[in-house]
């Protein structure tokens, strides 16, 4: 590898270069793996020794554009995020932030999400529950920091984001009918909500919650009963209960109605 070559990789580290370059970073042999299988547009992929004996196959698919190069496991450790990375790293092109239709579905909206590790904790987990958009507002955290891809655990490649100016998003979607739920301090138990499988759930802020600013458009406010001490619930944390109950109620109303 070429110093100028490793140089541009490290550079995207740094959200000011992933947005100059348009490009971000896949690491380790999961996240590659399922990369290689998606529609991503990939630039560059390097790997050692080990990945190629193991995941010969996947190089067949890969279009003659790819640059590829087989380097030793200290070379790639010195270009990744990872502490140890022996097996693979990706240059992808980071897709267009096109807006999202939403079509009688559950979609997630994230208001000033701060902190990576909770992003791509929340995207892994809208995989899980299978929902496939995710509304991000323009102060939350970059969706292709390195740190957020990690977490995701591959979820990345199939949960779409759009990050835009969140109150005009809500007084959209309530022009248009769509019901949007928020969590509050004081609101319906979420252990008592009727069967939810469409809609817009936001998710506020790790220390402030959701802003004053877009209290005013939703319509069901939420609460996660509390039976301790703890001052709060993380924000991963908070999106998995609500999602669990959500899915939870209409599967039981589905089964109930066959």
């Known amino acids: 590898m070429t110093s100028k070559t490793a140089k541009k990789v490290r550079s995207l580290h740094q959200k000011k ?7 971000f970073l896949v690491e380790g042999a999961k996240s590659v793996v399922e990369l290689l299988d998606s ?3 990939i630039e560059m992929l390097f790997y050692t020794e080990k990945f190629e004996n193991q995941y ?17 496991a ?5 270009i990744s995020t990872f502490k140890s990375n ?12 096109k807006p999202l239709k939403i079509n009688n579905e559950l979609v997630l909206v994230l208001a000033d999400i701060r902190d990576p590790g909770n992003l791509g904790t929340i995207i892994r987990i809208a995989d899980w529950y299978g929902i ?24 990345f490649l199939r949960v779409k984001p759009f990050y835009t100016d969140l109150e005009n ?34 998710i506020g802020n790790e220390s402030k919650g959701i802003p004053p600013l877009l209290e005013k458009w939703i319509s069901h406010r939420l609460t996660i009963p509390k039976f301790g001490n703890a001052e709060s619930l993380n924000a991963g944390i908070a999106t998995a209960i ?15 109605n066959q």
């Open 17 to 23: 270069y992933r947005l100059q370059e348009n490009l």
């Open 39 to 41: 529609n991503f547009q």
């Open 56 to 72: 010969n196959d996947y190089f067949n698919k890969l279009p003659f554009s790819v640059f590829t190069e087989k380097i030793a």
């Open 74 to 78: 200290p070379q790639l450790a010195k």
């Open 86 to 97: 022996e097996m693979a790293l990706a240059v992808v092109q980071i897709p267009e932030n």
């Open 132 to 155: 496939s958009k995710i509304i991000c507002s323009k102060t939350s955290v970059d969706w292709y920091n390195p740190k957020v891809i990690s977490g995701s655990m591959g979820s």
């Open 169 to 202: 998003f809500l007084a959209q979607s309530q022009k248009a009918s769509i019901p949007i739920f928020g969590t509050f301090l004081k609101g319906e138990n979420i252990h008592q909500t009727k069967a939810i499988s469409q809609g817009i759930l936001v």
């Open 242 to 256: 609500i999602c669990d109950n959500f899915r939870r109620n209409s599967t039981k109303k589905r089964i109930k």
